[in-house]
T-cell receptor, first 112, second 109 residues
C-alpha cells in the first residue's frame, strides 16, 4: 500500500480484557516504532524494532504490554488485562534511520 | 533520561500574524525533526535538522537548530488557516526520538 496502515481504527474493550493492535508498515522500512498519545499529550515512545536486532522495549509502561514484529514487516502490540489508563491513541511509525518517520493513522483504544 | 520541552503549549493567532514554537532539550541532540499533526490526524514529517546552527526554509516556515544542538525553533510567517494543528519537535540521539508535548496552533480567519 501507499502508506502505513493500522487496525482496528477504533477499539472499545472492557477493563481486564486483552487487545491486539496491528501495524502494517510501508514495505521495506527497516525501522518500526510504537507510540502512545493520550488526549492533548505528546508522543510517548513505547518500543522500537530495527531489522533483526533485539527491540528496544524501554518505553513499555508495564509488563502487560508486549509487541512483536514478524518477518521484519507486520507488527502487533498486545495489551493484556487492559486498564482504563491504557485508553489512548496508539500510533505506529516506520522509516529508514536516521530519517523521517511515517506514521499510521493510529488505533484509538477506549477501555471501559 | 532525555527530556524535550516545547513552548508554548497553545498559541492562538489572527490570520496573517507570525507564529513561533520553541523546543529545548536537556541533552545535546544528534538531530531534530519537526512534525505537524492536524486535528484528528496523525503526525506528518516536516523537516530534519542535523547541523549546529542549521537554518532551513520551506515556503513560510523557517526551522532553526541551535549552535549547541540543544534547542530548535519553528517560525511561520503570515499564518493561514491551513496552518492549524499541533507542531511537535522530536529530538534524536541515535535512533530514538524524544518528542515534546507539542504546540497547538489555532488561527482565527
Amino acid at each position: 500500500g501507499a502508506g502505513v496502515s493500522q487496525s482496528p481504527s477504533n477499539k472499545v474493550t472492557e477493563k481486564g480484557k486483552d487487545v491486539e493492535l496491528r501495524c502494517d508498515p510501508i514495505s521495506g522500512h527497516t525501522a518500526l516504532y510504537w507510540y502512545r498519545q493520550s488526549l492533548g499529550q505528546g508522543l510517548e515512545f513505547l518500543i522500537y524494532f530495527q531489522g533483526n536486532s533485539a527491540p528496544d522495549k524501554s518505553g513499555l509502561p508495564s509488563d502487560r504490554f508486549s509487541a512483536e514484529r514478524t518477518g521484519g514487516s507486520v507488527s502487533t502490540l498486545t495489551i493484556q488485562r487492559t486498564q482504563q489508563e491504557d485508553s489512548a491513541v496508539y500510533l505506529c511509525a516506520g522509516g529508514f534511520l536516521p530519517y523521517e518517520q511515517y506514521f499510521g493513522p493510529g488505533t484509538r483504544l477506549t477501555v471501559t | 533520561g532525555q527530556q524535550v520541552m516545547q513552548i508554548p503549549q497553545y498559541q492562538h493567532v489572527q490570520e496573517g500574524e507570525d507564529f513561533t514554537t520553541y523546543c529545548n532539550s536537556s541533552t545535546t541532540l544528534s538531530n531534530i525533526q519537526w512534525y505537524k499533526q492536524r486535528p484528528g490526524g496523525h503526525p506528518v514529517f516536516l523537516i530534519q535538522l542535523v547541523k549546529s546552527g542549521e537554518v532551513k526554509k520551506q515556503k513560510r516556515l523557517t526551522f532553526q537548530f541551535g549552535e549547541a544542538k540543544k534547542n530548535s525553533s519553528l517560525h511561520i510567517t503570515a499564518t493561514q488557516t491551513t496552518d492549524v494543528g499541533t507542531y511537535f519537535c522530536g529530538g534524536g540521539s541515535n535512533y530514538k526520538l524524544t518528542f515534546g508535548k507539542g504546540t497547538l496552533l489555532t488561527v482565527n480567519p
